[in-house]
């Protein structure tokens, strides 16, 4: 069955980085779209990134030109690298892989950022 088991979350202060590993199982990772989303408390849960193999990442413009998504098929690795977070970026961060239309969630993993 699919898993999706999220790793690298933790505290860091305003303006640190911090990197999210996603380690995929289950699934032909390489054809399947991997995303990043996250949930502050009290709010819906957003999309933050995704890529694909054959065309590229997607980025909310809220993080551009802050974090990466990157993928390593080999090791069936999404990550997320995550540069001069903010306070309002604590939040449960989700890994999701969708599998012709089905999506799968990891558990997620805690980000918080301190001012």
């Known amino acids: 069955q699919v898993q999706l088991v999220e790793s690298g979350g933790g505290l860091v202060q305003a303006g640190g980085s911090l990197r999210l590993s996603c380690q995929a199982s289950g699934s032909i990772f390489k054809l399947n779209i991997m995303a990043w989303y996250r949930q502050a408390p009290g709010k819906q849960r957003e999309l933050v990134a995704s890529?694909?193999?054959?065309?590229?990442?997607d980025y909310a413009d809220s993080v551009k030109g802050r974090f990466t998504i990157s993928r390593d098929n080999a090791k069936n690795t999404v990550f997320l690298h995550m540069n001069n977070l903010k306070p309002e970026e604590t939040a449960i961060y989700y890994c999701k892989e969708r599998i012709t239309r089905v999506d799968y969630w990891g558990q997620g993993a805690q980000v918080t950022v301190s001012s």
């Open positions: 890529t694909n193999t054959f065309s590229g990442s």
